[in-house]
């Protein structure tokens, strides 16, 4: 099941966000929250499998998010 662990600002940081966890071996997806325009602006959530959440979160916050 997938999970939301964080609500991306734009399209550009929430694929870096995503290509981080990835990186640290988190399976990670992205998808428009609420209405995102063509050129990427808008909310993005940041999705993981419940049973990465945690450790995907506490990846995110070692990073201080920008």
Do not use: F
């Not at 990835?22 to 602006?41: F, K, W, Y």
């Not at 909310?43 to 995907?56: F, P, Q, R, T």
């Amino acid at each position: 099941m997938w999970t939301v662990i964080y609500i991306a600002s734009n399209r550009a940081q929430a694929e870096m966000l995503k290509n981080m966890l990835c990186s640290e071996g988190i399976l990670a997806n992205t998808r428009p929250a609420g209405v995102a325009s063509a050129l990427g602006d808008g909310l993005y959530e940041i999705l993981v499998l419940e049973s990465e959440a945690d450790e995907a979160h506490a990846i995110l916050c070692q990073n201080a998010i920008k």
